[in-house]
Structure formats: structure tokens, C-alpha cells
């Protein structure tokens, strides 16, 4: 005999998950419907699982010892997938852990509750995503005397106040907020952007993992360009003294989001004067 030593969910808690979110996959990036029509007309189709957030056996994905069984398997400890997402989950259970589980809950089991009994806008809704570019800080680092003075001066110790008018090269960097915004009532998913052409940024902030805007609201990514620099330091000066450098503007940088109704669509932004970024449908 095989001991059950499984705290699986009743048959109650099972269906109560899948009705808190429609039925639906609760995998921001899914949403699969996972009920439907069985070929017998009697009957309904099922391709949906009530996935453990912390597994229901010992050794399993995201075992908590330190839960009673009760927990285990209660309401709270479960989640509506279809069945891969339910797999994957259970596959790599490093890269979806409990936390990031249930925010899919909570946000999954949000947009039902936004959408339910209300006419389905998705269709024709079309999201509108912007960009800005907000400017925090700038400045210069001392990063080595350019050739002229080192040859000026051979072995001889270089004096900083003799020299401090002449060119040398300087490190500058500016500091940025880039804002992207939702500016539409309809939600997208799956936010991403890469660089395409023009300066790189040489840092912006990661995406949150659920990358998802919901309507009006936007992701403030913390971003940096650096611009190594030979001049004087009046001239490094007047370069960081300038919020949005004429090396920045035109810059590009591609976002890519999803809607409603998992359509992929691309915008190209440009860097214009004064952080004001220009955003073009590309699909
Ligand atoms: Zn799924």
C-alpha cells in the first residue's frame, strides 16, 4: 500500500480557485482559458490544475516544512494554471518561487474582479504606452591627464594647480528616471525594451518580474549614460551642466508590450530636447 501522505486540496477548493479567476490560467503572461466544451454535450473539458504553491508532499517544489497540513491544503496555498504553466512552475521552482506565485494570484484573481459582469472592452481597446525621461543628476570624475600634459611634464610630478586649465579626460555621467506610462484604460502585459541605435544607456533598472501596467499606471526605471570626455574642466562643466546632452538625443530604444488579448505590439522611442521622448507604433 502507498501512504498518502499528500495534503491535496478538496474537490471545493479545487473549483473555488478556478472560479476566483474565471478559469483562466493565472500566469500573467498566459491566461489561457482552461475550461470549455467536452465533445460529449453533457459534459465540460478541464485542462486546468490546482497547482500547490508550497508542494503537498515532503521533497516536492517550494516545500515549507514549517507548514501544518491544514495550511497545505488550504484555499490560501493554491493557484489556478493550466496544465504546462502548472508543469513549468514545478519544473524550475528557483525561478517561480512562493512570493512570485502569488502576486500571479492576487493580480490574476484582480483582473476578474475588474472584468466580471462588465462588456469586454479588450477587443477594441487599444493601450497607448509613453515615455519620459526624467533627469536627476549629472557629474564630471577626474580620469587620467591627457597626453599633452604628460609629455609636458616627463618624469616630473605633475602639479594640479599649474595644469588645472589644460585638457585632460573626465568621466561623465548623467543620471536619469526613464517613466513608462500606461496612458489608456486598457492593461498590458509583458512590458520589455532593448536598445537600437544612438547612445547606450550604460545602465537601466530591470523590469519588475510581473511586468504587467495596469490602466494609468507606469514603471519608473533608474537609467545612466556615461560619456568619457578630453577637455577642460570648464568645458566638462558646460557638457554636465546641460540636463539632456545633444549626445542623447536621438537615441532609440524599442518597447515591447502585449494586450489584452496577447497581441504583441512594438513602439520606437526617440530622445528628443529636454527628455521628451517621441513614441512611434512600429506594429
Ligand atoms: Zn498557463
Known amino acids: 500500500m502507498v501512504a498518502d501522505n499528500r495534503d491535496d486540496f478538496s474537490a471545493k477548493i479545487k473549483r473555488t480557485l478556478a472560479e476566483r479567476v474565471g478559469f483562466l490560467c493565472s500566469c500573467p503572461s498566459c491566461r489561457v482559458p482552461t475550461i470549455g466544451p467536452h465533445t460529449n454535450p453533457e459534459k465540460s473539458a478541464n485542462v486546468g490544475v490546482a497547482a500547490h504553491i508550497t508542494a503537498a508532499a515532503i521533497g516536492g517544489p517550494r516545500y515549507d516544512a514549517n507548514m501544518s497540513p491544514a495550511d497545505r491544503s488550504g484555499i490560501s496555498n493554491g493557484i489556478w494554471l493550466c496544465e504546462n504553466c502548472a508543469r513549468i512552475i514545478d519544473k524550475d521552482p528557483v525561478s517561480y518561487p512562493v512570493k512570485l506565485l502569488q502576486e500571479w494570484k492576487t493580480v490574476a484573481e484582480q483582473e476578474i474582479k475588474e472584468k466580471r459582469g462588465k462588456v469586454a472592452l479588450s477587443s477594441t481597446a487599444f493601450p497607448i504606452l509613453e515615455a519620459e525621461l526624467i533627469y536627476d543628476t549629472s557629474g564630471r570624475v577626474f580620469n587620467g591627464y591627457s ?90 562643466d558646460f557638457q554636465i551642466l546641460q540636463k539632456y546632452p545633444p549626445l542623447i538625443q536621438g537615441s532609440v530604444i524599442r518597447l515591447k508590450y502585449q494586450d489584452n488579448d496577447r497581441n504583441n505590439h512594438s513602439n520606437l522611442l526617440t530622445i528628443k530636447e529636454n527628455g521628451i521622448i517621441e513614441s512611434q507604433k512600429e506594429i
Open 147 to 236: 597626453t599633452e600634459i604628460l609629455n609636458k611634464y616627463g618624469n616630473k610630478t605633475i602639479e594640479m594647480s599649474e595644469v588645472q586649465n589644460l585638457p585632460m579626460h573626465y568621466k561623465l555621467d548623467w543620471s536619469y528616471e526613464l517613466i513608462l506610462v500606461n496612458n489608456s484604460e486598457t492593461p498590458v502585459y509583458n512590458v520589455s525594451i532593448e536598445y537600437v541605435s544612438g547612445v547606450k544607456f550604460s545602465y537601466i533598472e530591470d523590469l519588475p518580474k510581473i511586468n504587467n501596467l495596469k490602466p494609468f499606471d507606469k514603471f519608473t526605471l533608474k537609467t545612466k549614460v556615461v560619456n568619457y570626455f578630453k577637455g577642460t574642466y570648464k568645458d566638462a
